[in-house]
């Protein structure tokens, strides 16, 4: 079965054809980094109307590369940006009724766990129970999977993404965005050594009950973000620091807080069930010194660390059109009626 996946939820217009929710056979994606790049973080309007120039262009390209004939549409109804979401729900939407073919809605945080999957011969049902991780730019969400394709939230960021709260920290520090790259490179040239104790995120119990969850489980970067305005309006500002080159300190200790957090709540979430693997995506998860982290928590678990191939980490097309054959949950006429759902959760 050869799916077309189509995803803008954010910075990326993508387009992907896969074959029997694993085999990619074409993969086109579009980044928007250098429209976002003066503003330090994603606007939404240009956002969109990138998405609405690009659009055509990606698919088409995805599908002439692919050179199959497509029996299905898959697309991102949410969560992500209404304003992005819109621009490929009512593409997919028109696609598929020009070629009166099936249309899949597809949850983008779902799609994110089955990104380990792609271009492997794995299959998810023979890792049943799972913990799943998508940590990126806009989630931070710990997901139980007891079968593959039944998901349920059991922890996530009760403010700023892990992703966000490195963008936010890069602007704050005049290091460029995105922020991940860079302060993942600066972090593991200055290693672990002389580290500034900033706080790993831990919310209060009762901010995590009102989500309706345990802050053993969740995370909170807010105070982490703030405590690094503090620390550099006290030492000058982002100059002074650059000048008596203490970034790198800074940085190597800012990120060793939101690694911490993450470790953390994994390895509590970990005590849930007797779990086969930890299934993690999301562009986070590109992060060296996160993938070190989790590799030993695994090995001590010793259960497998099922990480998906860097050019899947981030956003793209092929993990909607993966899922899609794996889990057709909302599709053909009810497809066609929904509507973006810029909030949407996982199960």
């Not at 973000?225 to 940085?251: C, D, F, H």
């Not at 793209?316 to 899922?323: K, P, Q, V």
Request: overall charge neutral; some cysteine.
């Amino acid at each position: 079965m050869n799916i077309l996946g189509i995803e803008t939820s954010c910075d990326e217009t993508a387009a992907a054809v896969v074959q029997d929710g694993c085999k990619v056979l074409s993969s086109i994606v579009y980044t928007q980094i250098p429209l976002h790049k003066p503003y330090g973080g994603v606007v939404p309007e240009i956002a969109s109307r990138a998405h609405i120039e690009k659009i055509n262009e990606v698919v088409t390209t995805a599908i002439k590369e692919a050179n199959v004939k497509l029996d299905a549409i898959a697309v991102t109804y949410g969560p992500g940006l209404s304003p992005a979401l819109i621009v490929g729900l009512n593409a997919a939407k028109g696609l598929a009724a020009s070629l009166g073919i099936d249309l899949i809605a597809i949850n983008h945080l779902e799609a994110h766990l089955h990104t380990p999957f792609l271009d492997t011969d794995l299959d998810p049902r023979n890792y049943e129970p799972m913990l799943g991780l998508v940590v990126s730019g806009g989630h931070t969400n710990w997901v139980d999977m007891p079968r593959y394709g039944e998901y349920h939230t059991i922890g996530q960021t009760l403010d700023d993404a892990a992703g966000e709260a490195f963008d936010k920290a890069a602007k704050l520090l005049a290091l460029g965005y995105p922020g991940g790259p860079v302060i993942d490179k600066i972090a593991r040239e200055w290693g672990r050594h002389d580290l500034i104790p900033f706080p790993k995120g831990r919310p209060r119990e009762g901010v995590s009950a009102l989500a309706g969850l345990s802050a053993s489980l969740c995370v909170s970067f807010s105070g982490l973000k703030t405590a690094l305005l503090r620390y550099v309006e006290k030492n000058g500002g982002a100059e002074s620091l650059i000048a008596q080159a203490e970034t790198p300190r800074i940085v190597a200790s800012y990120q060793e807080a939101v690694i911490g957090a993450l470790e953390d709540r994994t390895l509590e979430a970990l005590k849930r069930r007797n779990y086969k693997a930890l299934v993690v995506g999301g562009g986070v998860s590109l992060n060296s010194r996160l993938r070190e982290v989790l590799g030993d928590m695994a090995s001590c678990k010793k259960i497998p660390l099922l990480l998906a191939k860097p050019k899947y980490c981030g956003d793209n097309g092929a993990m909607i059109a993966a899922l899609a054959y794996w889990r057709r949950n909302i599709s053909g006429a009810d497809a066609m009626k929904i509507d973006v759902a810029p909030s949407l959760e996982v199960g």
